[in-house]
């Protein structure tokens, strides 16, 4: 039994939920000198305190041992793969088809850091510069797809880098897709033609009419002897909860909890992407242990 030090370590039930989703080991080269276990529990420790690789506290196995696993996973796929068996049994243990049949698409524009690296771009929407996250979420809220590339990218053009890799090949059930206003026209038609999904586009209300302008038509109103309640007319203010688009953006909300992600900090995008799989892993096994 193996003692948890940060409250980020993998409790012994958390490591019998992951440890089947593990490569074995390779039955050639030298044996291991720390176990994976170990190894997990540093990556999460960098991606929840947001730390440097190199800033590991000595508890950890050394941050280029740490580093060299987390980069052979990212890689590999191991991940993406592991994100994936994980949300299959979550989804199975609340009663629902481990492959899901609809999902929603947003993104987030994420602030670069002056590390440097590759595709990073403005994004003149949000006014941020830097790289977008691309997530396709199912019903739930799992991520079941994570894109990163440059802000510069419309959505329209993004929802083609995020589906068109496997798509249909791992998620053989998708069929319907909710997105938001920015992906009309060529992104919502590109993903009818191309991958034979019906997408719908969820709209916000119209923007309200003015407050002097409703004032005008009420003094009219009585004028002509016609009864008008200000209340009714005055237009909502506050938070408007849109149908499946909230989904998304609590995903958003969950990774982003993590410090290495309040801020795009890595070099390749396929990092970037790694993270966001490590990052929903860590809360899928913690979910599967407490159910």
């Not at 958390?14 to 540093?42: D, F, K, M, Q, T």
Request: positive net charge; proline residues 6%.
């Amino acid at each position: 039994m193996e003692s948890r030090r940060y409250p980020t370590d993998l409790s012994d039930d958390e490591w019998r939920c992951i440890s089947p989703h593990l490569p074995g080991p390779a039955g050639r080269g030298r044996p291991r000198l720390h176990g994976l276990r170990a190894i997990l529990n540093a990556v999460f420790y960098v991606l929840k305190s947001g730390c440097p690789w190199r800033l590991l506290p000595k508890d950890f196995p050394p941050w280029k041992t740490v580093y060299d696993w987390f980069r052979k996973w990212r890689i590999d796929g191991t991940w993406e793969y592991l994100n994936a068996g994980l949300r299959e049994r979550l989804r199975s243990r609340v009663g629902r088809d481990p492959s899901p049949s609809a999902g929603i698409v947003d993104s987030q524009s994420a602030k670069t850091t002056g590390v440097g690296g590759e595709q990073r771009g403005y994004d003149g929407g949000k006014k941020v510069r830097g790289r977008k996250r691309h997530l396709l979420v199912d019903t739930e809220g799992l991520v079941l797809k994570a894109k990163v590339h440059s802000a510069k990218v419309p959505d329209q053009d993004g929802i083609g880098l995020l589906l068109l890799e496997h798509a249909r090949d791992r998620l053989p059930r998708l069929s319907h897709l909710w997105v938001d206003a920015g992906y009309r026209g060529r992104g919502k038609e590109w993903a009818e033609r191309a991958l034979g999904l019906s997408v719908e586009v969820v709209h916000r209300s119209p923007k309200p009419t003015p407050e002097k302008v409703l004032f005008a038509w009420a003094r009219e109103w009585h004028k002509e002897g016609r009864s008008v309640d200000l209340d009714e007319l005055m237009p909502r203010r506050g938070f408007e909860l849109l149908p499946r688009r909230w989904v998304v953006e609590r995903t958003f909300a969950w990774i982003c909890h993590n410090r290495r992600m309040s801020k795009d900090y890595e070099r390749l995008c396929a990092t970037g992407e790694a993270f966001v799989y490590a990052a929903m892993t860590r809360l899928m096994v913690r979910r599967l242990v407490r159910a």
